[in-house]
């Protein structure tokens, strides 16, 4: 039957090869090789979207969704998706780590976590989980746990009346869920926190190894979203959220990343003259199984690498490119790859993303007390022992003045076609455009595919000094309406048509 009665086939197309929802374009400009890498697919956590109100998502007792659907992730909810760039320096090794593994180790957080869904109830998620008795729980903490434990039941006693369920769930010799968050009946689902004892031991072993491994600028660290006990500030309160597993999961890989290099030999050519126990690194052999993840290669690398992520849920199974669809976008972003949404209404770009230079007054004021070279470059850029990225992977000479991996988190409530599409550049694009002339590239493209191309075409033909250049382009609910906000795609019309003009001169570069 063909019509309103038709049911509905959930189809799944390869995200890479719809090239009318995403497009991405790469080149190595003039340099030797490509540095530059991406990623995009969904990835199974659960979701974060906000829950849409009863009064639009219902009618009656039926759900109504218009339009097409995205198929459900494994565990229930809408897919999430995941896009990333990667922008490498001083060679590839540290940007390919993350493009095949910083989605894995958001996945695990998420999981060891025990996130719970934004768009399910606190007895949803506890469903057959067996319980334990709390003192089982406080003898499987630290002081510091245990603090945190009792500080948080004082909070659920005052906030919420009646009983309250322990559970826990034992994996790998260790306690995971301690504590299961409560929901009353008829009220909004409650962000979980079954996992607020576990999730804080985690969150105390990663600083600590970061401390003992790194010191220096970690050894006062204080990651943001991190529920830590200190002696000189009050308790924080923090709940447990997609923000806390990101921040968690962007500083393990790093430190996964680091620890791995300084394993490694640095000259394979001088291994006659090593000594001994040259393979010995404070008692533990640095030729030890292989991890399962893929770090590096088997020489020592004292590169590093940008990275800008992209998480997007919706609270509906309609997917986020729907004109109806309302998202929740999520931003993980450190170094100076660069991500720009182009609002519908005012054909305006919109940066949702800072490069994290010297230059900037957070960072410098961050890092002065540890990094006391400054310096600025013939080209008038302020540069750090050397670099010029303050956050970044890897870069392991740099860690103890602080070159971290800290990413700087950002949460986007998109309501229905408020914007046309996502871009994320690497520096070879946003270094020689500004954010407007990209988005007005864009614009003027039949798909998100086509868009990238002109957009690295673009920056390729009018860039001086030839750096990598990546451009990914995603559709968004206002995809249609792209070219109606504001002054279209002729706000930097003239502007582009002047540089690429002068670029195709034959006397450019003549003194």
Known sequence: MIGASRELTVVRIPLRSAKHHFGVSLSRGTRPYNEDTYQAGTIEIPAFAKRAPISLSRSGSKVTTAGATS?????????????????????????????????????????????????????????GEPSVEKEGIENKLSSQGKESLKRLEMKVQRDVEGSQDISTREHDGGVQNPLASLALDGQDPVPAEPNKPKAIELEISLVAQWK???????????????????????????????????????????????????????????????????????????????SKHRIGGPKRFIGGSTASIVLISTPSPTPFWHPASPSTLIVAHVGDTRIILCDTRTGLSKPITTNHHPSSPLESTRLRRYAATFVTDSFGEERMSGLANTRAFGDMRSKRIGVSAEPEIRRIELAPAEYSFLVLVSDGISGTLSDQEIVDVVKEAKTPEQGARDVVSYATEVSSEGDNATCLVVRLGGWERRIEGGMGSMGTKEVRDFRKGDALDPRRGRT
């Open 71 to 127: 198929a459900d992730s494994a565990s229930g909810d809408p897919q999430v998706f995941y896009f990333g760039v990667f922008d490498g320096h001083g060679g590839n090794e540290c940007s390919d780590f993350l493009r095949e593994e910083l989605h894995s180790y958001v996945e695990n957080a998420a999981e060891i976590f025990e996130l719970g869904s934004s768009l399910k109830s606190a007895k949803e998620r506890n469903v």
């Open 212 to 290: 003992d491994t790194v010191g220096g600028y970690f050894r006062r660290f204080k990651p943001a979203y991190f529920s830590l006990v200190s002696n000189d500030s009050p308790p924080a309160d923090t709940p447990i959220s997609i923000e806390t597993v990101l921040m968690y999961a962007f500083l393990k890989a790093d430190l996964d990343f680091v620890t791995a290099q300084a394993k490694k030999p640095d000259d394979e050519n001088h291994s006659s003259d090593t000594p001994l126990n040259a393979n010995d690194i404070l008692g533990e052999p640095s030729h030890l199984t292989p």
